[in-house]
């Protein structure tokens, strides 16, 4: 093989960076300096392969090997082995769980195989700092047809056709939206990218805007054309540096290309793109607090009507887009409306991205076809539960999603079976929780959020929130009763009818879906104040079985309260009223003598 | 607005007006000049946000409202470390309540104190993104993966 053509793509996604990713690359390209190959060999900073967990990544093309938890020191083997002689570095190749062999290639890794990747096509594959890597993975295509063949009814009219589904969270259809604001005339309209990724455990946007930023550019003059907009704005997270970044270099090379400006590609079409910034506040995801806040107000949202789509950012029709649905067009445009609609379900059609995180083996980012079930993405691509624990539940939509449980693993996945079974699609945060979670504590994490995130506008989410917070806050202590069970469905129903907002309106989702779901173990909480899970500090009670206890006395001596008794050689004691329940003896004893009850 | 009271010099006065006028003194840039003010600045005490206020001719009120309203925005300086804990459902889930119960015994510091050396500051925030290294901690720019509460001390020690 011509060795110019070699390439090695080093996974530059958060999570890589953070573990040391950057060492990695720089190692590697000294290595190949002092092995003078630097101009034969392409080394690419790529974005996000999915495989976070076994991050750092090195990928080396072609053959496609996968290389997983990469250190810099292995820098010097990859380079001497595989790239100067040709033999693969066994020790590093990613190990199957299950089988327990070296897999050499990407598309050989179980999490692989049940994925369709159209949003994240391009993502550790192409270098997202270089356009001309783009346009070789037929970046701008699509915009290229759609601006030389294509009327913006047509354009309208195959989105539509498509069956694409807004992937921000409601699932509005993306065409009808186009063409509400296509029907809106105005001398000035607005297309805006909605990057405001802010639901914790969810990072699908910062990918696909850190692997290829340019589908989104381009989906973007895609969408100014078809809705006769000539001014875009990306509102994104100040929090993400790496993903502003890239994003401002992809800005500037699409106008160096006349991809981007006046007269894009010579058809007379003029159409820019300007960055704003978020400053941290979850409900600036809401349409209208995101283009308050780009107005430079507090990120407050207002009743609707008037929708955005008649008079949005500085009072013109706006369109607002998610980052995912914006990188669904170009393919769609390409390979037409009825592939899309291909695949997927009735009613949602397409792929979604996922965050696949929590108590999984698999840690990472997969797209998967609608439709796909529960017990697929956990078992098959997400490699089952940590540690060998079962399975309790998995949380999607985020803060204001619910959970699903066992019962719920073979439903297929989309829009509106979600949405049935209690929770929904959200944004593609999937959390996932084993036997050791208290979904009681669950359902308070998500309020906290919430509590903390409400903008205050309207009370029923500032004080029934609060209120409900402090009802679960109760119950975790132990002095809940049977009648705050009641009083948590009634206030959470009242404040889901009569919010403002989606936050408001979806934030009790946590505590409806975890009641129905887990009514025993709120029960338990409440008549026997016990924690089936053993998380609530307040409930539990640490107990030593003598049978067990050899009275070695180091459970005795790491306490730091003093709380341990007993003779040395006897069974210890442990007194719950001094006890401060910071488990230092649990894991300490080495005979397992002590248990939470 | 706030205890802290400071005197600005000139410069840091002249610093704001070229700021604001980089955005040309549009109200509606006022989130773009406060990011670029706290960048500078590394908070947003109140003297600064009435210059702002003057400059966008927006009242200080309004100033105060937005700098309030987001968490990105502060008005106590952070420490020379500013420590991070990510609490985000997949960091939460897998313990970093117990690392950030642990870090708040260790420096003494409630989340959103700085110590008194000025060394340490400790905040929670919401999801870095780097998920597949949960429970994560950041201490400036740098990432701390899969930390332990038994961790916290060392890590501590490497800023001492």
Sequence with gaps: MPREKMQIIVCGGTSCNGNNGEAVIDNIRLELEANALENDIRVVRSGCFGLCTMGPIVKIMPGDTIYTKVTPDDAHEIVSEHIMKGRKVERLLYKDPEGKKPLTTEKELTSHKKQIRIALRNCGIINPENIEDAIAHKGYEALATVLTELKPQDVIRIIKDSGLRGRGGGGFPTGLKWEIAYKNKSDEKYVVCNADEGDPGAFMDRSVLEGDPHAVLEAMIICGYAIEAHNGLIYIRAEYPLAVARLKSAIQQARDYGLLGKDILGTGFDFDIDIRYGAGAFVCGEETALIHSMEGLRGEPTVKPPFPAESGFRGKPTNVNNVETFACISPIILKGAAWFAGIGTEKSKGTKVFALAGKINNVGLIEVPMGITLREVIFEIGGGIRKGKKFKAAQTGGPSGGCLTEKHLDLPIDFDNLTAAGSMMGSGGLIVMDEDDCMVSVAKFFLDFTVEESCGKCSPCRIGNKRLHELLEHITKGKGTLADLDRLKNMSLVIKDTSLCGLGQSSPNPVLSTLTNFRDEYEAHVTLKKCPAGKCKDLMEYFIISANCVGCTACARVCPVGAITGERKEPHLINPSICIKCGACMEKCKFDAIIIQ | ?160
């Design chain 2, 1 to 160: 607005m706030s205890s802290i009271k400071i005197e600005l010099r000139q410069e840091d006065v002249n610093k704001i007006r070229e700021i604001c006028t980089s955005f040309k003194n549009d109200p509606q840039e006022l989130i773009n000049v406060l990011h670029k003010c706290q960048e500078h600045f590394g908070y947003l005490p109140a003297e600064v946000q009435e210059v702002i206020s003057n400059e966008l001719v927006v009242p200080v009120a309004k100033v105060y409202g937005v700098v309030t309203f987001y968490s990105f925005f502060t008005m106590t300086p952070k420490g020379k470390h500013p420590i991070s804990i990510c609490m985000g459902t997949a960091c939460y889930v897998r313990g970093a309540e117990k690392v950030l119960e642990e870090f708040k015994k260790e420096l003494g510091l409630q989340v959103g104190q700085t110590s008194a050396d000025g060394k340490f500051s400790l905040s929670s925030l919401r999801c870095v993104g780097a998920c597949g290294l949960a429970p994560v901690v950041m201490v400036g720019d740098k990432t701390y993966g899969r930390v332990a509460p038994d961790d916290v001390r060392n890590i501590i020690k490497e800023y001492e």
